[in-house]
T-cell receptor, first 113, second 114 residues
Framework: GNSVTQMEGPVTLSEEAFLTINCTYT??????LFWYVQYPGEGLQLLLK?????DKGSNKGFEATYRKETTSFHLEKGSVQVSDSAVYFC????????????FGGGTRVLVKP | EAGVTQFPSHSVIEKGQTVTLRCDPI?????LYWYRRVMGKEIKFLLH????????ESGMPNNRFLAERTGGTYSTLKVQPAELEDSGVYFC????????????FGEGSWLTVV
C-alpha cells in the first residue's frame, strides 16, 4: 500500500539555522508529492509540491526535490525564522487514487529567537 | 474568496453523545473531503464527495460516522455515539472538479470526547 514516513519531531533550532525534514514514501506508480504546513491555530496549507521525478517544488524559501531513486522528498530551508514554527506534513497522491492524499505523521518544528 | 470553513472549531462532548461537524467548501468546488488526525498520529482520509455523491468512503472507521452533502454544497459529519478514541482534529478540504487540482484545507474541528 501507499505510505509516507517522515522524521519524528519535535525539531528545535535557532533562528537562521538550516532546516531539513526527511520524508520517504512507498507508492505504486509515480505519485505527486506535497508538503503541507499547519501554523499554530490555523488550518493545513499547501507549502509546495512536485508532480514528477527530479521536479523541485519551492515556496517561502523552502525547497524539496522529488527523488525517484531514493523515493524521497526532503524539505529544506536555508535560514529559518521564528515564524516558520509549525507542524509540517509530507503527503503523496498516487496517480490511480484520484484525489486521495496519504500523509506522514507530521514533524513539529520550533524555531527559537 | 472565502476558504474552506468548518464549524465548530472546538467541541467537548461526553462519551455516548452525538456531535455534528459542518464544512462549507470553497464556492464552486465539486470535490469535498473529510480527513482526521487522532492523538498526534498521521492525518487519515475518511471520505470524498463529488457534488452530492460519495465517491470514496473507504476511510470511514465504522458505522458510528455518517457524512452527508445534501445539494452538493456544504457537508456534515456526524459521530453518534461518540467514543473516546474519536478525539482528534477533523479536517475538511475541497478542490475543483476533476483530479490533480490543488486541495484546500480548512482549519479543522477539534473534537474532545471525555
Amino acid at each position: 500500500g501507499n505510505s509516507v514516513t517522515q522524521m519524528e519531531g519535535p525539531v528545535t533550532l535557532s533562528e537562521e539555522a538550516f532546516l531539513t525534514i526527511n520524508c520517504t514514501y512507498t507508492a505504486t506508480g509515480y505519485p505527486s508529492l506535497f508538503w503541507y504546513v499547519q501554523y499554530p491555530g490555523e488550518g493545513l496549507q499547501l507549502l509546495l509540491k512536485a508532480t514528477k521525478a527530479d521536479d523541485k517544488g519551492s515556496n517561502k524559501g523552502f525547497e524539496a526535490t522529488y527523488r525517484k531513486e531514493t523515493t524521497s522528498f526532503h524539505l529544506e530551508k536555508g535560514s529559518v525564522q521564528v515564524s516558520d514554527s509549525a507542524v509540517y506534513f509530507c503527503a503523496l497522491r498516487p496517480p490511480a487514487a484520484g484525489n486521495k492524499l496519504t500523509f506522514g505523521g507530521g514533524t513539529r518544528v520550533l524555531v527559537k529567537p | 474568496e472565502a476558504g474552506v470553513t468548518q464549524f465548530p472549531s472546538h467541541s467537548v462532548i461526553e462519551k455516548g453523545q452525538t456531535v455534528t461537524l459542518r464544512c462549507d467548501p470553497i464556492s464552486g468546488h465539486d470535490n469535498l473531503y473529510w480527513y482526521r488526525r487522532v492523538m498526534g498520529k498521521e492525518i487519515k482520509f475518511l471520505l470524498h464527495f463529488v457534488k452530492e455523491s460519495k465517491q470514496d468512503e473507504s476511510g470511514m472507521p465504522n458505522n458510528r460516522f455518517l457524512a452527508e452533502r445534501t445539494g452538493g454544497t456544504y457537508s456534515t459529519l456526524k459521530v453518534q455515539p461518540a467514543e473516546l478514541e474519536d478525539s482528534g482534529v477533523y479536517f475538511c478540504a475541497s478542490s475543483k472538479q476533476g483530479t490533480g487540482n490543488t486541495i484546500y484545507f480548512g482549519e479543522g474541528s477539534w473534537l474532545t470526547v471525555v
